[in-house]
């Protein structure tokens, strides 16, 4: 059977498509070039091929290894997730690559977790040398790093000129963890300051994320995430993000804490006013209520300041508490609650503690990851590498100025609301060779490792401004592929 390759097929097949060769145990396919058949080769087949040779990185197929291992696996699975095809099996740097051997410039981090890039060499260095030294020890005794880096949090985040009144931390295993000791701290604190057992509302607001446990998920005032398992915990209020005007009312003599994200992340890359967080502080400050910060996803110099609040909030409105994960760990699991001395002086032995949190092995990485976060260097590179995406957004704007109506954020947090829904367009771009996520209504997000190169935004920009063109057109059309549903049909 004979083939042939049309002149603008074969381009489109460009440098993107070459990837480095991984293990030889990694299933892997002879991709071939070919496009147009001559012969009558059935309708879908010929479709088939003709994708394979127009795209760098097509979906799996039905009939490939990809596809045998994920519905392999399936049957032993708990169906909580919805996830795109590829699976992945390696990572270096911005890129990971699936069992195929194609290769996808991540912009998304693990979820604005591996900052510092995938498989980071001191990373790996540090996991293998302490694998045979200590794991886990438990917290019925001490250990050389849980001390080490709290010690070491407290300092930077002093140095940054962060959280003020910054003291003490609580390390645990994850964000949603974090938040479940900031809310049990903060109900500890309205219970000492009230005797009387009235003031233990906790105030958040609408469009936030703070976990998946009933805590935290209390806390979430997303329907889609509560209604499942709904009643959710008594004394959860909710407010409208931004909104000063109603905090008098929403904050009271009875609230014993307010949580708020700086960011918002999965709500869709929303940025706090100064003048809100101001209010809120004040607000606590009146009736006696914790300010708690989620910083889980826009902390740790993902804005360009070691705390997001760092660079929205003045000092008179840093918060009692604040919580950490996802790029503490750069995914190794482990997060942290960090307090005050005010806070701290109310919780005694046995009101909280953990089994796994602050292992040796999750706090020397953790220690290592805020070592190099906390680099001057690498923050302000930060805040230039925020010009290159803001620049690439504003010519897609000027492309597509029916389709992108808004670019928010801050540093390496950024979010491109869209006028359409976006699922279309993050098909297209993995399609391609990229990865991007999507949060809120209809806004892609952009949460790359914060170690990514000029060259690789570059290469991020043009790979996003075919796959909009794919999916939005434009005078210059170019091939594309039909849009796959990236969420299940209820949402979840």
Not at 413 to 431: C, H, K
């Amino acid at each position: 059977m004979a083939f042939r390759v049309l002149p603008k097929q074969a381009c489109a097949v460009n440098s993107r498509s070459a990837r480095p060769v991984v293990e030889a145990r990694t299933w892997s396919r002879n991709a071939s070039a070919v496009a147009v058949p001559t012969s009558s080769m059935p309708k879908l087949i010929g479709h088939d091929v003709l994708r394979e040779a127009l795209l760098p990185t097509p979906d799996p197929a039905a009939d490939s290894a990809t596809v045998a291992l994920v519905q392999g696996h399936a049957p032993y699975m708990v169906a909580t997730y919805v996830r795109p095809p590829p699976v992945m099996v390696r990572g270096e740097g911005c890129y990971m690559w699936d069992i195929e051997n194609r290769r996808y410039l991540d912009l998304t981090a693990g979820i604005a977790v591996n900052a510092l890039g995938h498989c980071d060499p001191g990373m790996s260095n540090i996991i293998a040398q302490q694998a045979r030294t200590l794991v886990h020890a438990s917290n019925l005794y001490h250990n050389a790093w849980t001390g080490e880096l709290s010690k070491l949090i407290i300092t930077k985040t002093k140095e940054s000129g962060c959280m003020k009144d910054a003291s003490k931390v609580f390390v645990c295993n994850s964000g949603s963890e974090a938040n479940e000791a900031a809310i049990k701290f903060a109900r500890k604190v309205g219970k000492s300051r009230d005797p009387s057992g009235n003031k233990y509302e906790v105030v958040s607001f609408q469009n936030s994320f703070h976990g998946r446990t009933m805590g935290s998920l209390s806390a979430t005032p997303n329907a889609k995430y509560q209604k499942p398992f709904a009643p959710m915990l008594p004394g959860f209020k909710y407010g409208t993000y931004n909104d000063e005007t109603s905090l008098e009312s929403l904050i009271t003599s009875h609230t014993c804490g307010v949580i708020v994200e700086p960011i918002q992340g999965e709500g869709g890359v929303n940025v706090a006013n100064v003048s809100f967080l101001q209010a809120l502080r004040d607000r606590c400050n009146k009736v006696g209520a914790v300010l708690i910060y989620d910083e889980i996803q826009s902390g740790l110099s993902r804005t360009g300041a070691l705390w997001a609040h760092g660079s929205i909030a003045p000092p008179s409105a840093h918060p009692d508490i604040l919580t950490t994960a996802k790029a503490l760990g750069n995914g190794f699991p482990v997060g942290a609650t960090m307090v005050t001395d005010e806070v701290a002086n109310y919780i005694v032995t046995g009101d909280h503690g953990t089994t796994f949190g602050g292992n040796p092995m999750a706090s020397r990485l953790a220690h290592y990851c805020v070592s190099r976060l906390s680099e001057i260097e690498l923050q302000e590179s930060v805040l230039e590498k925020e010009k290159l995406f803001r620049r690439g957004f504003s010519k897609l704007q000027s492309l597509f100025p029916s389709i992108i109506t808004e670019v928010r954020g801050k540093g390496l947090i950024l979010g491109v609301q869209l006028s359409q829904d976006p699922t279309p367009v993050v098909t297209a771009a993995r399609e391609r060779g990229l990865l991007v996520i999507t949060c809120g209504t209809n806004t892609l997000r952009f949460v790359p490792p914060l170690i990514i190169s000029e060259k690789e935004i570059e290469e991020a920009m043009a790979i996003l401004e075919e796959a909009m063109r794919v999916c939005f057109g434009t005078e210059e059309q170019v091939a594309g592929t039909k849009g796959q549903q990236e969420m299940a049909p209820d949402g979840r």
